[in-house]
């Protein structure tokens, strides 16, 4: 679980800062920069996996496409002079993870703050394009007695807390940086017995990736944990086409982030639960509940032939509609719904705007569908409460009546002073006032009813409205 982010330097995000819950709901109008949440995010967690170059060219570029051009990344289109990007990540990480040979590895302590920075280098020679560069990395444990101030939304300490917080450390980081006689980092990392056995140390200069990308064994128990969770952060983007294609036998039967291989996915989870019966009808109970929606059951179709599977959906009137004819919202909805029964989707999930194709009847079942894809906080979590975050953008006004106001964040631009003097547009995420995040930072200034009345109220030069007597 991602409980707190920090970027400085990345797109629009200048000293910024966010504490994160559960479950979270950023509204903003289009153009502030919402999406830049969802890109560092995306951003960090890809760098846990990849070269930093390779994690760059996934990232959405400065006009919504991928350009491959690291320079998209930085601060107001690479105009800063001080071309760096520096980040924060603190985490709950899981309490047991498996290394690439499958040995299992428990992290010393599961509470960790992540920091990273990044330069730019121009190119040189015949290269074209330059590259980014390892400034500074470093993993460093959080004191569990800090725990009730640093996890400030509401949960069950005994129940939630003490289930996902745990282990000690004392001394060193897991991961730091010195520099050498030449003023070059040097990137060490530091066995989980603290004191016990020498750190090893890299010239970060030169580095293709990060420290914490390259950790792939149990020798290193807790950066490989936070690596894992790292590598956990999904960005959603469900698309239609790959909703409604049908499965191979032999394709995966993990639903990736456009929602291809929902049919394949649906089917592992229903036979791993040892009744397909019951998994298919809670499925179609939560479908039902979508107005306009006539569901009597939904199964997953086997075709020994042509070996694919196929979600089938049965009208009450016996009609039979395969996936490729329900509508593109109603396909979200069902890959939410198998994502929602699926315990071994943990981490945090991003979703861009979920109320698209979702006619207005049924944006209280979508918005109360995201909210139980997360962890419920008051409980442990475990396989009925799979230990999942979720973070979901938008401009709809009906959402944010229906999300509870802990869990809303406005996101507006702001006109702030740059480290090179000029004045430009920074994103900052403002709470409610009297919810929890609400800390009184001047720079995150808590807003009011009377701030977001476009939110609560029709807009002016409605003509078709509800008069209540």
């Not at 920090?6 to 999406?35: H, M, Q, R, W």
């Not at 009730?148 to 450390?169: E, P, Y």
């Not at 006004?397 to 869990?407: F, M, N, R, S, T």
Request: hydrophobic share 40%; proline share 6%; charged share 25%.
């Amino acid at each position: 679980m991602l409980t707190r982010l920090e970027a400085d330097g990345f797109k629009n995000l200048l000293d910024f800062e966010v504490d994160l819950g559960p479950f979270t709901c950023i509204a903003g109008v289009n153009g502030t920069g919402k999406s830049n949440i969802f890109d560092v995010i995306q951003f960090l967690g890809l760098l846990a996996d990849r070269s930093l170059i390779e994690a760059a060219q996934e990232v959405r570029g400065v006009h919504g496409e991928r350009f491959g051009d690291p320079r998209d990344l930085f601060w107001n289109g690479y105009s800063r002079a001080d071309h760096t990007m520096r980040f924060a990540a603190e985490m709950i990480v899981p309490g047991e993870v498996e290394d690439d040979f499958g040995r299992p590895a428990k992290p010393a302590i599961t509470f960790l703050r992540y920091e990273l920075e990044l330069g730019y280098v121009p190119p040189a020679g015949i290269e074209k394009i330059g590259r980014l560069s390892l400034l500074a990395e470093s993993l460093r444990h959080i004191k569990l007695g800090d725990a009730a101030d640093r996890l400030r939304f509401k949960h069950n300490a005994g129940h939630f807390r003490k289930a996902v917080l745990h282990g000690r450390r004392a001394g060193t980081a897991f991961i730091s940086t010195t520099k050498d006689a030449d003023g070059q980092p040097i990137i060490s990392i530091h066995q989980d017995g603290g004191s016990r056995g020498q750190p090893k140390p890299a010239a970060a200069s030169r580095a293709p990736a990060t420290v914490v990308s390259t950790v792939t064994s149990s020798d290193d128990p807790t950066v490989l944990a936070a690596r894992r969770e790292m590598q956990s952060w999904r960005r959603l983007a469900l698309e239609p086409s790959a909703l409604r294609t049908a499965d191979r036998y032999v394709d995966p039967r993990q639903m990736d982030p456009t929602g291809r291989h929902l049919a394949a996915t649906l089917f592992r989870i229903a036979y791993a639960a040892g009744d397909p019966e019951r998994i298919y009808a809670r499925v179609a109970g939560r479908l039902a509940d979508l107005s306009g929606i006539d569901v009597r059951e939904l199964e997953v179709e086997q075709d020994d032939v042509r070996e694919l599977f196929t979600v089938k959906l049965v009208e009450s009137g016996g009609l039979a509609l395969p996936a490729r004819s329900l509508s593109e919202g109603t396909l979200r909805f069902l890959a939410l719904c198998v994502l929602l029964e699926d315990p071994s989707v943990e981490g945090l999930l991003c979703m861009e705007e979920p109320e698209n194709g979702i006619h207005p009847a049924n944006l209280n079942a979508m918005v109360q569908l995201v909210q139980d894809l997360a962890v419920d906080a008051h409980e442990a979590p475990g396989e009925d409460n799979p230990f999942r975050q979720v973070i979901v953008n938008t401009h709809s006004p009906a959402v944010v009546q229906l999300v509870d106001p802990q869990d809303l964040l406005f996101a507006e631009a702001d006109i702030r002073r740059a480290p090179d003097g000029t004045m430009a547009r920074a994103l900052q995420l403002r709470p409610l006032a009297g919810t929890w995040r609400d800390d009184r930072d001047a720079r995150r200034r808590a807003v009011t009813k009377a701030d977001i009345l476009p939110y609560l109220t029709a807009p002016p030069g409605a003509q078709l409205t509800l008069e209540i007597s």
